[in-house]
């Protein structure tokens, strides 16, 4: 089955730090992915997706590029602020049928002034 | 454009009752999910509705779980007999299948506590 293998946190940074969360795939056919991010006491919001191999999706200065030939869809930031402090989500959804979303099982980050 | 709402936001039961909640999808999105969020985990698809029509359930989903979505606007989730092992977030998202399908808006959640 479909399934979602994210960068195990917790990850903490520095403000204006690079980050790289590295989250791979593995699904029959060719999915949609998508980054979701939850910041304390809130629901879950999407950040950036990607419909295609090669797309770029990109959101709040994240970014993150589907990658077919290595399944992965990792997750971009060039400088870090204190308010990107949430847990991530990777996740992926089958094209036709339900699009149910399978996720990967979060990556928490700090970011410290 | 308001968002996808659930209620209660929390609720707290003992072991053996049963509980309900309410998902008030976007308005005109045809498409509600159900997931469930358990601590330090991802959500987990639960069930999903197009319409009023309930297509697809996950093996997640034992026979003390039930889903409906009457008049294919707001969707209800119904525990019967709830266990400890019942005690999660339960999120609603929706969509819309006409254009960006594939993109699902979160409610807030209702967290569950079972004693």
């Known amino acids: 089955g479909n399934s979602v293998t994210q960068m195990e946190g917790p990850v903490t940074l520095s403000e204006e730090a690079f980050l790289t969360i590295n989250c791979t795939y593995t699904?029959?056919?060719?999915?949609?992915l998508f980054w979701y991010v939850q910041y304390p006491g809130e629901g879950l919001q999407l950040l950036l997706k990607?419909?295609?191999?090669?797309d770029k999706g990109s959101n709040k200065g994240f970014e993150a590029t589907y990658r077919k030939e290595t399944t992965s869809f990792h997750l971009e930031k060039g400088s870090v602020q204190v308010s990107d402090s949430a847990v991530y989500f990777c996740?992926?959804?089958?094209?036709?049928?339900?699009?149910?979303?399978?996720f990967g099982k979060g990556t928490k980050l700090t970011v410290n002034p | 454009d308001t968002g996808v709402s659930q209620d209660p936001r929390h609720k707290i039961t003992k072991r053996g009752q049963n509980v309900t909640f309410r998902c008030d999808p976007i308005?005109?999105?045809?498409?509600l999910y159900w997931y469930r969020q358990t601590l330090g985990q991802g959500p987990e698809f639960l069930t999903y509705?197009?319409?009023?029509?309930?297509?697809?359930k996950s093996r997640l989903l034992s026979d003390r779980f039930s889903a409906e979505r009457p008049k294919g606007s707001f969707s209800t989730l119904e525990i019967q007999r709830t266990e400890q092992g019942d005690s999660a977030m339960y999120l609603c998202a929706s969509s819309d299948s006409g254009r960006g399908a594939d993109t699902q808006y979160f409610g807030p959640g209702t967290r569950l506590t079972v004693l």
């Open positions: 699904a029959t056919g060719y999915p949609s």
């Open positions: 308005s005109e999105h045809n498409r």
């Open positions: 990607a419909t295609k191999a090669d």
């Open positions: 996740a992926l959804s089958d094209r036709g049928g339900s699009e149910k979303l399978v």
């Open positions: 509705f197009q319409n009023e029509a309930q297509l697809e």
